[in-house]
């Protein structure tokens, strides 16, 4: 059996995949958790194949915690479960660490597809997004620009779409701040914007076009 981990801070979310594996004859519920620091929490205590975590936790984000996983405990392995576009967040999510990325929108065989793919060495991604990604080809500019960010600059402009300040950053990522304003210029730079209200504004419009 699959060891399973269930890490969203929707309770709706986590009780509906909790019913929807409760049958599964190859993989099994080890846990249900609802923030980033749960989830580490969890898995020092209990073992746990794979982890089906959002992204959007407000203590530890999905990606920090990607790279304590890939650090600590790189046997487990973790599939992104989240509303964000796919286009915008998956990439930089394998470079942080994990094998897989699910939208919200997919149906019930899509997961239980990518679970088994993960579990067997496979990375799992769309279609959509794998055969672009075949062929070199992006559907629109929004693409491109993401595709041109680190993994760390995608971290730092998701905890500044959301709210966090310089830092609350520097705490989360484990940086200092002087690293996190470097960051943010450079994220000005990339998206031609020279405050911070632009940026916040720009990076979310850009989601909205994917």
Do not use: C, W
């Amino acid at each position: 059996m699959i060891k399973l981990l269930i890490a969203d801070n929707h309770p709706i979310t986590r009780k509906g995949l909790e019913v929807l594996f409760s049958a599964s004859s190859n993989i099994k519920i080890v846990g249900s958790v609802d923030d980033g620091d749960a989830i580490l929490e969890f898995i020092k205590k209990n073992p746990v194949d794979i982890i089906l975590t959002e992204t959007d936790f407000p203590n530890l984000n999905g990606l920090t915690v990607l790279r304590y996983l890939k650090h600590d405990y790189p046997d487990i392995k973790t599939i992104i479960f989240s509303s964000q576009p796919e286009e915008v967040y998956a990439i930089n999510a394998i470079k942080a660490g994990a094998s897989g990325y699910l939208n919200k929108s997919v149906n019930v065989i899509n997961i239980n597809e990518a679970i088994l793919k993960v579990h067997d060495g496979g990375i799992h991604l769309s279609n959509e997004l794998t055969q672009q990604l075949a062929f070199g080809n992006r559907v629109n500019k929004s693409g491109t620009f993401y595709k041109k960010l680190s993994t760390r600059e995608a971290e730092v402009l998701k905890l500044l779409t959301v709210g966090r300040k310089n830092k609350e950053i520097s705490k989360e990522l484990d940086i200092n701040e002087k690293t996190v304003s470097t960051y943010k210029a450079r994220l000005m730079r990339k998206l031609k914007v020279t405050n911070l209200v632009d940026l916040v504004n720009q990076a979310k419009l850009s989601e909205q076009l994917l």
